[in-house]
């Protein structure tokens, strides 16, 4: 079956950290831009971060810069998004996605591309709260 599977996500005092995953079944990574997105409640789908899994170019939203961690494990299939210092805005459902075409800004800045992407994944909530 191909998809995209999310998880790491749970429950986390604001400070704390987690490590998301996105898993891969079904086709191999190595050709696709991955991004993670967050849509919190009332709120948009916005981009997060996004890499190129062929150069490992990154992008990341401002708001994250510094405390999110991108990355990639080729033998696994998998890309990894590192959460540190989390805040309660950082809380909602966050999905990873897959394109074939899309650049790594463009994936994660251009929302109307969205539609068209190759892959999504099922969402993992992430809660910051004390």
């Known amino acids: 079956q191909v998809q995209l599977v999310e998880s790491g996500g749970g429950l986390v005092q604001p400070g704390g950290s987690l490590r998301l995953s996105c898993a891969a079944s079904?086709?191999?990574?190595?050709?696709?831009?991955i991004g993670w997105f967050r849509q919190a409640p009332g709120k948009e789908r916005e981009g997060v971060s996004c890499?190129?899994?062929?150069?490992?170019?990154?992008y990341y939203e401002d708001s994250v810069k510094g405390r999110f961690t991108i990355s990639r494990d080729n033998a696994k299939n998998t890309v990894y998004l590192l959460m540190n210092n989390l805040k309660p805005e950082d809380t909602g459902v966050y999905y990873c996605?897959?394109?074939?075409?899309?650049?790594?800004?463009?994936?994660?800045?251009?929302?109307?591309?969205?539609?068209?992407?190759?892959?999504w994944g099922q969402g993992t909530q992430v809660t910051v709260s004390s």
């Open positions: 079904g086709f191999t990574l190595d050709d696709y831009s």
């Open positions: 890499i190129s899994v062929s150069d490992g170019s990154t």
């Open positions: 996605a897959a394109d074939l075409l899309a650049t790594v800004r463009t994936m994660c800045v251009i929302t109307s591309i969205r539609r068209r992407f190759n892959y």
